[in-house]
């Protein structure tokens, strides 16, 4: 029998696909999980067992927490990444690096096809298939989902009618987790108009009474909490614990999906937009101003070439290049407070602080210039103005 990886994650759609390539293609299957935060040990026990019992010859779970960190969370805290100024790329980031990885394991066991349950509406089927195509343009592809045009009733009866009498009752909200955020999906979100209730989040309100926290950032990464010292990865992991509890991160991401039609997604995402916001504070007190115009355009770039699963362009590769150099003085402190469904950047300390230097205090004293010498500066800088508007007046 012919060899077919499947990237697996124990819902309707790829349970679908297991009973479909096992008796329509007759192929023997080997189903793979790409943990990037979003699966507690006993949900992956349960994934793996629901697998078997689907009738796959192997099950695999990868955990590659800290390559997504290392490969695409830190540049997008470098870049300050915010889809349309709101979304931190929750779940859309990880697509790419789980496909890179179902490949490998692909290559790694001489596997003819990979298969996927993407339907053929959304945006993961182009991140899944470009990463795929590129990386592996000699191994087929196989969607059922998408080639068959399947109803989730469809799928529910073919697997009743395979001896699988599992509930396959769906949830009024679809939840997808990873460490840089959870996405929410509703019936509100398919509207243009209607708000997430909040009980459609994961993360409920726990917490009253407001917490001052410090973060510890080195050269741009995130580094401690209140005064201990982590891995980056730990760090998040703490600072979600502790700002998910205040129900922090909630919105709403309205953008235009790869394949060009309009959509909204809710998503909570305490550590990445704390993350986000504190360490766009720390580099506004210690880079200079074409520093930050320049990151902010290649951060935007990158951002978007990432969601729309152009991470192996080499462009991406130069940009994280000029963000890495970026990072050298972003070291320091940031004070934050949280409080119920938001927090305030209260502020930072650095060696590296731009206002502390000697030539003055804004709005109070200039220690480095004379009255004349602003007045001739100002004199100068209005030149172009006036030749301007007296050719034109």
């Known amino acids: 029998m012919k060899k077919v990886v499947l990237a697996y994650s124990g819902g309707l759609d790829t349970s679908y696909c297991v009973k479909y390539l096992s008796k329509e293609k007759k192929l023997e299957i080997h189903s793979v999980l790409i943990n990037t ?12 067992t629901k697998a078997y019992q689907m009738g796959v010859t192997s099950h695999k779970s990868v955990n590659i927490l800290e390559d997504f960190y290392q490969k695409a969370i830190k540049f997008m805290i470098y870049g300050n990444v915010l889809k349309n100024n709101t979304y931190p790329l929750s ?20 596997a003819d096809y990979i298969a996927h349950g993407s339907t053929g509406a959304g ?8 990463i795929f195509q590129t990386v592996a343009p000699e191994i087929e592809i196989i969607t059922p989902i998408r080639d068959l045009k399947l109803t989730r009733q469809e799928e529910i009866d073919y697997l009743k009618e395979n001896g699988i009498e599992a509930s396959w009752e769906k949830s009024k909200y679809s939840i997808n987790k990873g460490i840089w955020g959870t996405s929410v999906g ?20 726990q917490k009253q009474e407001p917490m001052k926290i410090t973060l510890h950032f080195k050269k741009g990464e995130l580094v401690g909490l209140n005064g201990k010292l982590h891995s980056p990865v730990d760090a998040i992991m703490k600072l979600e614990e502790l700002a998910s509890a205040y129900a922090i991160g909630r919105d709403i991401h309205v953008g235009d999906t790869i394949i060009g039609i309009k959509g909204r ?8 937009m704390v993350t986000i916001k504190a360490h766009h504070m720390l580099e506004k007190h210690v880079l200079s101003k074409w520093q930050q115009y320049w990151k902010e355009q290649l951060g935007n770039w990158y951002g978007m070439l990432m969601h729309e699963g152009q991470y192996l362009d080499p462009v991406m590769r130069n940009i994280e290049s000029f963000l890495t150099d970026s990072q050298k003085t972003v070291s320091g402190k940031v004070f934050v407070t949280l409080m119920p469904y938001h927090f305030v950047i209260d502020g930072i300390d650095s060696k590296h602080d731009l206002m502390k230097s000697e030539f003055g205090e804004y709005g109070e004293m200039n220690k480095a210039w004379t009255a004349d010498d602003a007045k001739g500066f100002i004199k100068i800088l209005s030149t172009q103005n006036k030749i301007y508007h007296n050719v034109n007046s």
């Open 37 to 48: 935060g979003g699966f507690s040990e006993a949900e992956l026990e349960v994934i793996e």
């Open 91 to 110: 779940v859309s980031a990880e697509r790419v690096f789980q496909a890179i990885e179902v490949v490998n394991y692909a290559k790694s066991i001489g």
């Open 123 to 130: 945006n993961d089927q182009v991140r899944f298939d470009m």
């Open 186 to 205: 509703g019936i509100e979100t398919l509207t243009s108009h209607q708000n997430l209730p909040s009980e459609a989040y994961p993360s409920q309100l």
């Open 265 to 272: 997604v809710g998503f909570e995402a305490a550590a990445a």
